[in-house]
């Protein structure tokens, strides 16, 4: 996958389209890469790859902890679309922050 001038977003949500999660892979120089993590922790790698693992085990993390902390006691009908309404999207490009997954064409 070729990362262009601007980041390759891993995103977080869930169905109130609440951004639980946000992380940016951007080429930053030949060699390196950079993730940054909800605007605020920074990241690099030698590799495109490395960065790209790096931030969708970081969004899964992100899933599988509000998954488990959900306050709805085990309800079984807890989530619309996703367990817990808890999703990821990736992204390339700068597509509005605000268009959750579900929304997206």
């Not at 922790?41 to 790859?49: I, L, P, S, V």
């Not at 079984?76 to 367990?83: F, I, K, L, M």
């Amino acid at each position: 996958m070729r990362i262009a001038a601007r980041p390759y977003e891993v995103r977080v949500w869930n169905e109130a389209a609440d951004l639980l999660g946000l992380w940016e892979v951007e080429r930053v120089k030949r060699g390196q890469y950079l993730v940054t993590h909800d605007h605020r922790e920074e990241t690099r790698f030698a590799t495109e790859d490395e960065a790209l693992s790096f931030a969708r085990f970081g969004a899964e993390a992100l899933v599988e902890t509000s998954r488990r902390d959900c306050p709805c006691e085990g309800a079984p009908d807890c989530g619309v679309w996703e367990p817990h309404g808890i999703s990821v999207q990736e992204v390339e490009g700068e597509l509005s922050l605000i268009t959750p997954p579900l929304l997206c064409p």
